[in-house]
């Protein structure tokens, strides 16, 4: 971030705060990151799929039979929620069972539906 010095923004009289704000910013990577993850939600098909898991855990058949897909199109999507830490899997026999990474995922798609419900 760039050096910010009070009151070098603007003429117009008032208290500006951005250089006490930009003490508090999170580094340039950390933000980046987070933009990325934003954007792993900007998919309809990969919320489907999070809404799913936020349901039930499931294979990759069973998803894909839910939402009238393809199981190489789920795979692909399961491919970037993982890559974002967003689901996790395990083994069961030879089926893989995917459900959410951890309860942020849920919070997230929580308030997310709450947020736009208002």
């Known amino acids: 971030m760039a050096e910010i010095e009070k009151n070098t923004c603007c003429d117009d009289g008032h208290t500006h705060m951005a250089a006490d704000v930009v ?3 999170p580094k340039e990577e950390t933000l ?3 933009a990325e993850l934003f954007k792993v939600f ?3 098909t990969r ?3 999070l809404y799913a898991l936020f349901e039930s855990e499931m294979c990759v058949c069973d998803i894909a039979c839910l939402l009238g897909m393809t199981q190489s199109a789920i795979s692909h999507q399961l491919r970037v ?3 974002s830490r967003l689901v996790k899997f395990r083994r069961e026999g030879k089926s893989v069972i995917y ?4 309860s942020h ?3 997230m798609l929580g308030q ?3 947020h736009i419900q208002e």
Do not use: C
């Open 32 to 34: 980046y990151n987070l």
């Open 112 to 114: 997310g539906m709450e």
């Open 99 to 102: 459900s959410l990474a951890d």
């Open 47 to 49: 919320i489907k799929i």
């Open 23 to 25: 003490q508090r910013f």
């Open 42 to 44: 900007g998919d309809a």
């Open 105 to 107: 995922v849920s919070t």
């Open 81 to 83: 929620l993982k890559q």
